[in-house]
């Protein structure tokens, strides 16, 4: 392995077949049938990893493209891309201020286990540039479970900082925990299509509602 994929911080993570990353997540089926209905076809996989949602998103049709900061991750998706035969699009992106797509340009984007990797100032700044690359009447869709690394904050060396539910990893990236409260609020501009949050587990979906000048 090279030195640029060594020092990968995700590279761990990616390797083999570690916590599903070849499987797309069980919601998929149902998002599918539900953009399908709702005249979805541009998708961004925000921060994709291995592209397991990607891949199985776009052999139901729609147009994906996905990017994460991981070369690794962006590696693994492009060998299942070219074994699925998928369509999908992938990118080696670590975006600092804005993401690299046109102003409402996707139909739909879909983040599962993203955003929360930061602190409140850059999650605002991600809800922030996610609406922009959206269209109006546009969806976003979030899952997460956040439940074992909640519970094992203290064992994986997290430390608390000043902010309510965010904590800093012994290497150096944020975690952010969010309560029910901060997804019913923090998305200014949508409304909420569909809740479910149970114990730091949930999914979201959510629809653009109010232009870029409101």
């Known amino acids: 392995m090279d030195k640029e994929a060594s020092r990968?911080?995700?590279?761990?993570?990616?390797e083999g077949n570690f916590l599903g990353q070849q499987s797309p997540s069980r919601s998929m089926k149902k998002l599918s049938i539900f953009f399908k209905a709702n005249t979805v076809k541009r998708i961004l996989d925000f921060y994709c990893g291995a592209g397991r949602n990607s891949i199985f998103l776009s052999n139901q049709g729609f147009e994906l493209t996905g990017f994460d900061?991981?070369?690794?991750?962006?590696?693994?998706?492009i060998e299942g891309q070219r074994n699925a035969k998928s369509s999908a699009s992938f990118q080696i992106f670590n975006y600092q201020h804005a993401l690299p797509y046109e102003d409402g340009y996707y139909d739909?984007?879909?983040?599962?286990r993203a955003i929360y990797q930061a602190d409140i100032q850059r999650i605002r700044e991600d809800i922030e540039e996610i609406r922009r690359v959206t269209r109006l009447r546009g969806y976003l869709y979030l899952e997460s479970d956040q439940r074992t690394i909640w519970s094992q904050r203290k064992h994986?060396?997290?430390t608390r900082t000043s902010e309510r539910g965010t904590y800093i990893h012994k290497d150096?990236?944020?975690?952010?925990?969010?309560?029910?409260?901060?997804?019913?609020?923090?998305?200014?501009?949508?409304?909420?299509?569909?809740?479910?949050?149970?114990?730091?587990?949930?999914?979201?979906l959510y629809q653009r509602i109010e232009s870029q000048d409101c």
């Open 108 to 112: 739909a984007v879909i983040a599962v």
């Open 156 to 158: 994986w060396g997290q």
């Open 69 to 77: 900061g991981s070369k690794m991750a962006i590696e693994k998706a």
């Open 172 to 204: 150096g990236s944020y975690y952010h925990y969010f309560t029910e409260r901060e997804l019913r609020t923090f998305f200014k501009g949508y409304r909420i299509v569909r809740f479910y949050f149970n114990d730091r587990k949930f999914y979201v």
């Open 8 to 14: 990968d911080p995700y590279q761990a993570y990616y």
